[in-house]
């Protein structure tokens, strides 16, 4: 095995760009991620955008290197991808060692995502006896405090331990590899309710007017149902400086856990590429909206990403990319191409603009939810049908067949297409041609039920099952 043979990419969930020390936040959140992307053999991108608002759709366009119109993975259904499209693992050489590690049944088996893995672990409470093991179990005790809620009998409380549980199989994993390896790690414990481990929890309290205490128990009860607080208006403002609070922290403890396998990849000889990044982000207030729902503002498709040992990309740090690039150019440094990767090689090639999709049945699945709690409510969605985001640098045009929408960023709220008409007569047409390019095929219907503990944890995470 040689160096850049092997590959771990690590997912975050939920992770905004502009909530991470990469961006200049106010706050350091991601010390270690500003670390490994300013190493020597580091890169920080800049504009870094997701294939979609949420895990399922990102996660299928990492994993299978193919645009959203081609996997099919849109909205939330009983869709898995078909059997006609490989996932990594099924791309690499049969010499490969492959493991997935996930906490988020969207990113493995509710999409069918764990296919062509060797091993797979759902780290979830209700699987730790069957795919975590007693021996990592016993080691995350003496754990409660560091990476859960410490003394509490609260379940929810402690899901900071799936990422130190995550952390520990990816380092067992690691040091006994002969053979070139491909791990994928998708680190949960950020999703919402963003509840950080009792070590973090006090590390951006201090402006607050609550205990701390007082402020987990808001980020928790408001987040109990995602459609209900939607509908009931959102955040008040000091509800929102508290569930900031709680998320940055949240940040933080998932910045530690990735120094921990970034650590330990390190100590091996023939050190791997890695390839750090996030399935999406997360509203925080924006349009009285919270979670991974209805739109695709850069609150939700802008992600942080990190690399390191991915040679020959320094120069497209600040232009624009997405996953499927970033895994067919680590992919092509390790000697594996496929005609099914859509994204380009980053060391030779460019994009002009990214595109973000989301499904019109997504987005009225989760009206009628909302709907179920408040009848009256209008959300803010003015393309209720198939949404396509086309972004570049400077601008954002929201395309669909009820409007178009230009937009000059960082503004997402102000429709500019009659002040810049040629910007928006240029990018029209582009968004057409690639969506004559890019017509979509249906995904798989699943052939078998799911496992009830994956669709309960689906449902507790706000997800419609």
């Not at 509800?239 to 120094?259: F, K, N, P, S």
């Not at 970033?326 to 992919?331: E, M, P, S």
């Not at 009225?364 to 709907?371: G, L, M, R, S, T």
């Not at 409007?403 to 008409?421: A, Y």
Request: hydrophobic residues 35%.
């Amino acid at each position: 095995m040689t160096d850049r043979d092997s590959i771990v990419w690590i997912t975050l969930e939920s992770i905004r760009y502009d909530h991470t020390s990469l961006s200049g936040y106010e706050r350091d959140t991601t010390p270690s991620l500003s670390s490994i992307g300013s190493a020597p053999s580091g890169n920080t991108f800049h504009q870094c955008i997701s294939h979609g608002n949420w895990t399922g759709t990102s996660s299928a366009s990492i994993l299978t290197g193919t645009t959203p119109p081609t996997h099919g993975i849109y909205g939330e259904s009983e869709l898995v991808i078909a059997d006609d499209i490989a996932t990594v693992p099924e791309l690499l050489p049969d010499s490969y060692e492959s493991l997935s590690l996930v906490s988020n049944p969207n990113a493995g088996p509710a999409r069918g995502l764990d296919r062509g893995f060797d091993d797979v672990k759902y780290i979830v409470p209700s699987r730790l006896r069957e795919d975590v093991g007693l021996q990592t179990m016993v080691k995350s005790v003496p754990k409660l405090w560091k990476h859960g809620g410490g003394l509490t009998f609260d379940i929810e409380r402690h899901k900071g331990l799936s990422s130190f549980m995550t952390v520990d199989l990816a380092r067992e994993f690691v040091a006994s590899q002969d053979d070139p390896y491909f791990m994928y790690i998708h680190l949960g414990s950020s999703h919402h309710p963003y509840l950080p481990p009792s070590a973090f929890v006090d590390q951006f309290v201090d402006e607050l007017s609550v205990t701390t205490d007082q402020a987990l128990d808001i980020a928790q009860s408001k987040y109990e149902d995602i459609h209900e607080l939607i509908a009931s208006g959102g955040l008040s403002a000091t509800e929102l400086e508290i569930v900031e609070a709680m998320y940055d922290a949240t940040l933080a403890h998932v910045d530690y856990c990735v120094e921990q396998i970034y650590d330990a990849v390190r100590q091996r000889d023939d050190e791997p590429t890695l390839v750090i990044t996030a399935d999406h982000g997360d509203l925080l207030g924006e349009r009285d909206l919270a979670g991974h729902k209805f739109l695709l503002d850069d609150a939700l498709t802008h992600v942080p990403l990190v690399t390191y040992n991915l040679d020959g990309v320094d120069a497209r740090t600040d232009e624009v990319v997405q996953h499927g690039d970033v895994i067919k150019t680590a992919l092509a440094q390790a000697g594996v191409t496929s005609e099914q990767l859509e994204g380009v090689d980053l060391r030779s090639d460019s994009r002009e603009f990214a595109v973000t999709q989301r499904s019109g049945s997504n987005a009225q699945q989760n009206i009628e939810q909302i709907h179920s709690h408040d009848p009256a409510f209008e959300p803010p969605v003015r393309h209720p049908k198939m949404l396509t985001a086309f972004r570049s640098i400077e601008h954002k045009l929201l395309y669909s067949e009820d409007e178009v929408e230009l937009f000059v960023l960082p503004d997402e709220t102000t429709d500019m297409k009659e002040q810049h008409p040629e910007v928006c007569e240029r990018m029209v047409s582009q968004a057409r041609e690639w969506l004559d390019e890019h017509e979509t095929r249906p995904a798989a219907e699943r052939d078998h039920e799911l496992d009830s503990s994956i669709k309960q944890h689906l449902s507790d995470m706000g997800y419609i099952v």
